[in-house]
């Protein structure tokens, strides 16, 4: 069974820092995803990943993937305090448009 | 337009009831899924339905029973509600064979008593 786990649960960071949020799942797979939720909302789709060695960037938020690693990354550059929310990533099992989901990353950026 | 609506967003009700969640999407998609997403944030597939097709169907009681009547639309029908049920329940919509993104709606948060 496919397991899809974030690194860190919850991260606490300041504004003007840099930081990664990390992502490994158990099985073959190149499409990956992430979304982000703010608090009582819906999902928001930010990146979709679908081939090795796949990068997107917007605004302060890149993300990139590595298949063989089993690896996807989402850095954050000069957080601001917008970018708090509970990020997920989710993989793609065996490209059959079912979605397992990471356990979330909670980012909080204080001043 | 919302690209994705669900009705209710809240709903509140007592153990044993029955209740269903609507969901609609006007995306032109052809696919459609439930997730629950539990106290903690976790989110789980539950179903999806491809062109009325139901496709997916995980580990789930029973009591869920998904009904699609045409492919822009997905119910959700819960019978017996237990306390384990309350949840946010968000419907989703992709294009199969596309890039595999989700889009999703608002969410409907139920609370059983």
């Known amino acids: 069974e496919l397991k899809v786990e974030q690194n860190p649960l919850f991260l606490s960071m300041q504004e003007g820092k840099n930081y990664t949020i990390y992502c490994n799942y158990s099985t073959t797979s190149d499409r990956l995803y992430w979304y982000r939720q703010d608090p009582g909302k819906s999902l928001e789709s930010l990146f979709v990943l679908l081939s090795n060695g796949a990068v997107k960037q917007e605004g302060r938020l890149m993300a990139s993937l590595d298949t063989k690693a089993r690896l996807s990354t989402l850095h954050i550059t000069a957080a601001v305090h917008d970018l708090s929310a509970t990020y997920f990533c989710?993989?793609?099992?065996?490209?059959?448009?079912?979605?397992?989901f990471g356990t979330g990353t909670r980012l909080q950026v204080f001043p | 337009d919302t690209a994705v609506s669900q009705t209710p967003k809240y709903l509140v009700t007592q153990m044993g009831n029955d209740k269903s969640i609507k969901c609609e999407q006007n995306l032109g998609h052809d696919t459609m899924y439930w997730y629950k997403q539990d106290s903690k944030k976790f989110l789980k597939i539950m179903f999806s339905?491809?062109?009325?097709?139901?496709?997916i169907n995980e580990t789930v009681p029973n009591r869920f029973s998904p009904k699609s009547p045409d492919k822009a639309h997905l119910n959700l029908h819960i019978n017996s509600l237990e306390l384990g049920d309350s949840a946010v329940y968000f419907c989703a919509s992709s294009r199969r064979g596309a890039s595999g993104e989700l889009f999703f709606g608002e969410g409907s948060r139920l609370t059983v008593l």
């Open positions: 989710a993989v793609d099992m065996y490209n059959t448009d079912k979605l397992i």
């Open positions: 339905y491809n062109n009325k097709e139901l496709i």
